[in-house]
């Protein structure tokens, strides 16, 4: 039985038309995940600090090993501070990040509240991530992450303590028009498919016990 006749047939209705095509679930899945996906091109209007803050609130109350929450943001909003991600941020990256109107920095504190270790601190940010960018979408606004950047600069720059790792840079802000972007990039903007389930599900093995 497919997702929409689970679903009584009104699956499709659920998501949005440029997803439809392109991202066929194998089971339902709540529209506010399908109909998220990773745009580069950003309208030139503010965020609120408000709506930065909701985001970042909801990122604070992910899920993480023994509470630690290790997770850390550096947030560019003023020109001067966007100034300071553009000496780290690659240049094939700035020709969109340029365009955001928020940057936020994903970092996680590598040790714990006792000075140990934390061998789950990356996950956990990950896990701030998601959340952070759903929140996000429930706003209106669209996120993508951002690995292309020099993390020697960025440390040096920022000044980032010797036990925070960084992760990612996260664009944030209202969806432009691909119009915006550099030609090379505009066939490239629209949402993507992910691979079967069951590519994911790894076996267990149990022969022989």
Known sequence: MSPAETHGGILPDYYLDEVKSVRKPEHFVHPLILNRWSPRSYKPLPVSEANVHIVLEAARWAPSS???????????????EHEVFQSFISPGNRLWTDHAPVLILIASETRKDNGEPNAAHAFDAGAAWGILSLQASLL?????????????????ALKVPETVTLHAVIALGYRGHP???????????KPTDRRPLGESILPIPTAGR
């Open 140 to 156: 209106g606004l669209s996120t993508r992450a951002v690995g292309g950047f020099d993390k020697a600069k960025a440390r040096e």
């Open 66 to 80: 023994s509470n630690q929450q290790p997770w850390r943001f550096y947030v560019a909003r003023t020109p001067e």
């Open 179 to 189: 119009d915006r972007l550099p030609e090379s990039l505009r066939e490239r903007e």
